[in-house]
């Protein structure tokens, strides 16, 4: 299995903790070369001694992906440095502690920090980097949510956005042979996710679960890398879920 990405760069957003740092271990462990944006420098700092600890190399960029100037700021750098990009991961997000809640009361000020991070964000880093993308012909992993399959909360919305948005991208990328693909995890087991749901409804959630078993940041992990390897490069335009089974009893708030 080693070495299947040697000689590839991959970037991932919100590399500094949880998801984003398992695909960065991922991907460097078979030789990837990784680029770190996130808005949590130390985190990042981090992550690059770990990917370095598993072979790996990586470099380290500060980006609010809130910001448009931020992330074009981010891409010129990447474009300078890089000329080619294999996969961009989108996978920086936050929950602003409204996953299990509704969504009245939040004001638009929210409202669009929230979609800036979770939706709008994904897809202008993927137009500003498009030429690396294109000469790689590259892939692009938005991260989306269970949550986005029953969007009843604002999480839940921003999430489900993002899929519309990844159908849009695969059609419009595909035409430079870039895919566009989300992964929809389930309940994954990073300190994000804990502050986010109250202990007794992690309980509840996970036991909605088909496979019985806590679902890990390295589950996800290796959904990326399968997509990303040439055994999955007929897959294309598809949000994947990745949650033991949880969608088919529905997620709950
Ligand atoms: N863990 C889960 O159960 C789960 C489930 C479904 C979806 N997700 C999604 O997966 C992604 C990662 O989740 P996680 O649990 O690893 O969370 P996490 O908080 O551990 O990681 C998110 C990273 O994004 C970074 N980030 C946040 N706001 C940013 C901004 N404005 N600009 C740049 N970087 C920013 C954070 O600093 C952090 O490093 C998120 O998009 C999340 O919505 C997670």
Redesign the pocket.
Known sequence: MADRFSGKTVLV??????????YALAFGREGAHLIL????ED??IETRALVEGVGGSAECHR?????EA?INALAGKVLGGHERLDVLIN?????LGEIARGFFGLGQAKWQYFF???TI?PMLLAEALRPALAKATGLIIN?????SYNPATA?GIT?ASLNVFTHAMALQFGSDGIRCVAI??????????RGGVQDDNWERLKGMQMVKRQ?T?ED?ANLGLFLASDEGSFINNEVILCDGGNQMRGFRI
Do not use: C, F, Q, W
């Not at 991260?143 to 949550?147: E, G, R, T, W």
């Open positions: 957003t919100g590399g500094a903790a949880g998801l984003g740092r398992a944006a996130d808005i949590n985190g990042m980006v609010d992906m809130s910001s931020d996978n920086a997000g936050l929950h800036a991070v979770n964000g991260k989306s949510s269970m949550a999480y999430k929809a995890p389930g309940l994954m087991e990073t300190e994000a996710a679902g940041a996800i």
